[in-house]
């Protein structure tokens, strides 16, 4: 379908002289995947409504808790 690669650029257009696009797409998406992630093993640790706690989903939640923030800081490090 193509959906991969909607943004808010057209990228068939040609750039000002000196200018240059680089993508993080794949960048994104996994981001995104980290916080739903997240959300999963969030719902799975229990805790809530009379269900007992789950630690090893309390522990898997702090990784992508890690991964999502270890993302973010290379986006915004390595050119974003």
Known sequence: MGL?????????????EGMTMKQSDGTSWIAFFAVVMLQISLELSGGQ????????????????????????????TFGG
């Open 4 to 16: 991969d690669n909607i943004g808010v650029f057209d990228r068939t257009e040609e750039l000002p």
């Open 49 to 76: 409504d009379g269900y007992p706690v789950n630690d090893a989903f309390q522990d898997i939640s702090s990784k992508f808790v890690e991964h999502f923030v270890d993302i973010i800081h290379a986006i915004n």
